[in-house]
């Protein structure tokens, strides 16, 4: 069962996700990746561990906030996400 960290806060399994994702009060969201680094994982099964860092850009703001975003693949007739930890990086 699929996992993400959002903020803190944990939710599991895909229409979970997909309905906190729903939820969030914006309507556009601009990203300019900074970095992305990725290893394999789980020795034995296809998986991959990345991690993501950039900026984002909501609605109508003009000043970018940092973020950084952990996600894990395993491959199961195609990859999909396992586990994913979003945080926004505030300064």
């Known amino acids: 069962m699929s996992m993400m960290t959002w903020e803190g806060v944990q939710i599991q399994g895909a229409a979970g996700i997909i ?25 034995g099964v296809k998986a991959i561990i990345v991690m993501v860092t950039g900026q984002l850009l909501v ?5 970018p906030q940092q973020f950084s975003q952990t996600f894990h693949l395993v491959e199961d007739k195609g990859y999909f996400v396992y586990n994913d930890i979003f945080r926004l990086n505030y300064a």
Request: aromatic fraction near 4%; charged fraction near 35%; proline fraction near 10%.
């Open 59 to 63: 609605d109508e703001e003009t000043k």
């Open 19 to 43: 309905e906190k994702l729903a939820s969030l009060p914006f309507k556009r969201v601009q990203h300019k990746t900074t970095t992305v680094d990725a290893q394999p994982s789980l020795p």
